[in-house]
């Protein structure tokens, strides 16, 4: 079946970056479950958004195959990715001024 004039690029590159971004993402989560338990005041919720986010790109960037697509395309998940932080910020804006 083809595709018309859009090209399916193949990206290959073993199970070894798979095992490794998963290892980071058990690092992470512990890192994660670590902050949690300590006392850090009012930047242990931004420490654990920023560790959600980072492991949030891994998945996208990997296991989604997003690494090896158009730069458009990513354009795209930049932007809706800017909305919901916009959203976050938002919804988060009352906490800071209590």
């Known amino acids: 079946m083809e595709h018309g004039n859009t090209e399916h690029k193949e990206h290959s590159h073993g199970y070894g970056i798979y095992i490794l971004v998963w290892l980071a993402l058990i690092a992470l989560t512990s890192i994660t479950v670590t902050v949690a338990g300590v006392d850090f005041g009012k930047i242990a919720l931004p420490i654990a958004l920023f560790i959600a986010a980072v492991k949030s790109m891994l998945v996208i960037n990997f296991f989604m195959h997003i690494k090896y697509e158009d730069a458009i395309f990513k354009v795209f998940l930049l932007l809706s990715g800017m ?14 001024y209590r």
């Open 83 to 96: 909305t919901l932080l916009v959203i976050f910020i938002l919804t988060f804006f009352d906490v800071f």
